[in-house]
């Protein structure tokens, strides 16, 4: 079943304690739908300028996804963000932040998008998740994704969003912030208090948790060696999710657990290169043959 | 089969941002044994000084645990630690430590215990340690805890150790510090490199990693609402993991990986109350119920 995104796409500038990169594809939409297509197919609604390259929409479609909700600004130019990472590829800081076309973001959806059954809002203002959540005609499932700046500066937008929500993602830190709450078990039951069905936190290299009425429970990181870039880690943890759920056409409670696997394989390959490098060296099989290894981990 | 552990007793104080206790039952030999004793008879060495009340060697002696190791001073005062938790509840800072009788610490193992099959070196100054294994008769298996004290300041004699010793337990900022190395995975690999044939990283609230040349796999926390005093969560998974291998009488990866998950298990009791509180409320019976709670929410 088809997937939609609504989110950032960005050229990211990211030094780590190893390796500094330049303007690379990146963006919240752009790593969630390429994530997401190795399940299913994704409509993209997002925003560039006129320093886009066409060549990056291509990408995009051979992959499976549709990109006539992307928007091309004449004149425009694409969000910029620049940032580093400490030490520990855990914590970074934001250098530069030039929203450019993204300042104006304010989609309209394709006809043909509005009855998408599977929607994910990548962090983004509420305002503005809210407004993409108007024009879906009974989706499904609608997920989003938050971030600390909406929790502190738009407040009531973000609670009126939770209370319409079947999911949120959201990072431990965001987590706590929301519920003002340090025990992050309890903060997930916070959380859900304010209205979605399901809450998954995301811990980084700690991995996952998952809350719903009816269970709650933890999955770790898929351990790496190899940390080049953890840029869109939690982009496309999320894509992973949403894909394999909407692969799967189901959101009962044994897929739901599955999903959350895969998105923590998927961002395990993420942050095995900068960028959407490592994703675009590997296939369904790799993640499958990591699936079983990640599974069998798990068993005792 | 027996398990040997040598180690601190103590009376912790201990301040959390939510409660205080003054002088309780403490000391990573006597968490430890406690837990291990679900699983199997335990000796235990370790010193004390007058002010030790008779009647918690009766209630250690009562759960099968071998007190004949166990040295009064006479005259001399018992090791005492004061902390306080930050509102994270995993991060503590020290305000008082008294060394004591445990200054003078320099133990001679009981004629009895010297061929026990199964050793825990609880965090203590390595040169200790050794002396301790220079004691033991050919142990099958023998495994440590140590600290960043000792990391920094008795390096050479910890890097000895470390040569003699069959599995390594640390916490992951001490893995980190001892290999000079920030990706957990890689400090795991490192420290596999200074001889252990294993070697266990806590991660707190985060769950353990395990390397060895075979395999290397991460467990999660099992993820608890009630998190009251993390006081001898280290040392309750040790001998949770110890106490189940001497159960077991096997250290194959797969006993092994069960074992990480009963230490798991007895740390995830351990803090939901001050000191041995919660160990001495519960029968094998929750642990094992809890074990397949944890069975059940790692598989997918």
């Known amino acids: 079943m088809p ?24 963006g919240a939409a752009v790593y969630f739908s390429y994530a997401a297509s190795f399940y299913t197919s994704v409509r993209l609604v997002g925003v560039v300028g ?28 694409t969000f910029r963000w620049r940032g580093k990472y400490l030490p520990n590829m855990n914590d970074r800081e934001t250098l530069e932040v030039h929203l450019n076309v993204f300042g104006e973001f304010s989609p309209t959806l394709p006809e043909s998008y509005r009855r998408c059954p599977y929607v994910f809002l990548a962090n983004g203002s509420p305002v503005l998740q809210l407004k993409v959540l108007d024009q879906m005609t009974d989706p499904q499932l609608a997920v989003a994704d938050t971030m600390d700046l909406w929790i502190r500066e738009e407040h009531d937008a973000l609670l009126e969003l939770l ?9 431990d830190a965001e987590a706590k912030l929301l519920t003002n709450e340090e025990n992050l078990v309890e903060s997930g039951y916070k959380v859900l208090e304010l209205g979605p069905q399901f809450v998954v936190i995301k811990k980084g290299e700690h991995g996952a948790m998952f809350f719903s009425e009816e269970e709650t429970y933890v999955l770790p990181a898929f351990p790496t060696r190899r940390v ?3 840029t869109g880690a939690g982009d496309t943890f999320a894509g992973g999710m949403m894909g394999a759920i909407a692969e799967e056409q189901a959101f009962d409670p044994a897929t739901l657990k599955r999903a959350l696997a895969h998105g923590i394989l998927m961002a395990s390959f993420t942050v095995e290169d900068f960028s959407l490098d490592r994703l675009r060296e590997i296939e369904r099989e790799q993640l499958d043959e990591r699936m079983q290894r990640f599974q069998k981990m798990l068993a005792f």
Chains 1, 2 share one sequence.
Not at 10 to 22: G, L
Not at 58 to 68: P, Y
């Open 3 to 26: 997937l939609l995104v609504v989110g950032s796409i960005a050229f990211d500038s990211v030094q780590t304690p190893f390796a500094v990169r330049e303007d690379v594809l990146g």
């Open 50 to 77: 006129e320093d886009w390259p066409e060549a990056y929409t291509d990408m995009l479609q051979r992959r499976g996804i549709d990109t006539s909700g992307l928007h091309v600004v004449p004149g425009g130019k």
């Open 163 to 171: 209370r319409r929500l079947d999911g949120l993602v959201l990072n």
């Open 228 to 230: 080049v870039d953890p």
